[in-house]
């Protein structure tokens, strides 16, 4: 499994695409602690802002398993991975763990531009940081699993549909139908409506409006869902015909 994870890690980091997106990323997180600081607002503010913002991510995710798997699958090039003796099971676990890495790898630039950016650009109203950037850690953590779990989701569907605009299409329907259909629903029953604090896609919103020590709840979600899109992504990649 890890032939497969380092070659795509090279094929991904050796395109263009990849860092224009960590540039424009970076770029955005500077642009935006760059406004906070023209209207001078505190450090605190950039941290009480960007958990809220939390749901865009979600749209980006697809682009690293399009690259990673759908492509392959576009181009019919998995096949000569089973071919050399990979078995499904290490096939989809590989193209998963590659498209987390990278998910990583454009976390952590933006992440760090942003940080740099914060600190330099605007001044704190209490000189103990401690606090906010504990429940900052806490809140972000959450959601990172959350990716995680988008990006399971990405790579099961990735092999399945060999144009980009189909498997977009489910991969933002799997994520985002489900609420609508919960906030219709619960027009006619509430009963409904209690499905939104279990649906995938609203943990991000849910992260920046609920206590930290409520977090606990969208973590299991979280992990609920890993494990689910994991068991059913090794079941259906062994029926999955590969070509």
């Known amino acids: 499994m890890m032939k497969i994870i380092n070659a795509d890690l090279y094929k991904s980091f050796h395109r263009t695409y990849l860092y224009v997106m960590m540039a424009c990323l970076a770029g955005m997180a500077i642009l935006f602690n760059a406004i906070l600081a023209s209207q001078k607002a505190p450090l605190e503010a950039t941290f009480e802002l960007t958990v809220n913002f939390l749901t865009i991510p979600l749209f980006f995710l697809s682009m690293f398993a399009d690259v990673i798997t759908a492509e392959e699958n576009k181009e019919h090039t998995l096949k000569n991975t089973v071919s050399f003796g990979f078995s499904r099971a290490q096939l989809f676990l590989g193209k998963s763990v590659s498209t987390i890495l990278v998910m990583v790898a454009v976390a952590s630039v933006t992440l760090f531009a942003y940080f740099a950016s914060a600190f330099l650009l605007l001044q704190p109203q209490n000189n103990d940081l401690y606090p906010v950037l504990s429940n900052y850690a806490v809140r972000i953590g959450t959601a990172f699993l959350i990716y995680v779990a988008s990006v399971i989701l990405a790579t099961l569907l990735a092999a399945f549909f060999k144009?980009?605009?189909?498997?977009?299409?489910?991969?933002?329907?799997?994520?985002?139908?489900?609420?609508?259909?919960?906030?219709?629903?619960?027009?006619?029953?509430?009963v409904f409506s209690k499905?939104?604090?279990?649906?995938?896609?609203?943990?991000?919103?849910?992260?920046?409006?609920?206590a930290q020590n409520q977090l606990i709840n969208s973590v299991w979600v979280a992990l609920a869902h890993i494990a689910v899109f994991t068991v059913l992504g090794l079941f259906m990649f062994r029926r999955q015909e590969v070509n």
């Open 163 to 190: 144009r980009n605009a189909l498997f977009t299409f489910a991969y933002l329907g799997c994520l985002f139908v489900p609420v609508f259909l919960s906030k219709l629903l619960g027009l006619v029953n509430p």
């Open 195 to 210: 499905a939104d604090a279990y649906l995938l896609a609203n943990q991000t919103d849910r992260i920046g409006a609920i």
